[in-house]
């Protein structure tokens, strides 16, 4: 079952039809790309996902739940989460509460109690704690827990952004270039960490990356987009020999 599809969708820009007739269907637990050229319309298909943009048309559906017109907090709440092209961290506090203030939302004591410091607020504070240090720990950020979110490294700053995606407990996980700017063995060990993120939390994973071998040694399908339509979709060594994908790749006619 396709826990989240899209048929039909478009957008205009003023004049500019950024996407048009896409469609693409993700099943549970898969790790789909989302690749093409510069202004394809990637991070666009993100953005109309999280209702940064309304679709002017088409439709978009979460486990079978129509989400156009949805607010961005309550498709997070329905199970999309998302990281971004540029880093997107609370830099001057500390890891640990980077995560505690995504999980945050979810918490269900009254401001009464919050306020007051009352047993219900503390027994769910120690809760987001628990849960907090464990995502940490699948990251292998825990001993950093303590640290300004600034003074990661690199590699470790988009693991942070990512454990804060997985703390509102998606069911579709989408990442933005996850692995611009990051070396060779940090970009190794992400490939590592997205599948065991995948089988660990049992949820599907949408990327967009420009790095292709990343992105064909990790997705198990890929769509292609050109000038905002589809163009192509299929497993790595479709799209590698897809005639299509490469003309649009290397500009030709
Ligand atoms: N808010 C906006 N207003 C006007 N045009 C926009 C807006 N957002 C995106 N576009 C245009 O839509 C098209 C698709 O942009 P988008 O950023 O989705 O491409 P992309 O495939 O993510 O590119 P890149 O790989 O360079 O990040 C581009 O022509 C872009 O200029």
Redesign the pocket.
Known sequence: MAVLEAKNLGIA??G?R?LQDVQFSIGEKEIIGLI?P????????FNLLTDVYVPTEGTITLENQNIVGKKTYQITQGGISRTF?NIRLFKDISVIDNVKIAMNFQMKYSVLSGIFRLPAYRREEAQVAKRAHELLQVFNLDEKSEDLAKNLPYGQQRKLEIARALATNPKVLLLDEPAAGMNPTETKELMETIRLIRDRFGIAILL?E?DMNFVMGICERIYV?DY?KVIAEGNPEEIRNNPRVITAYLGGE
């Open positions: 820009f003023g500019l950024a093409g510069n202004g394809a319309g990637k991070t666009t298909v092209q967009i420009h987009l905002g």
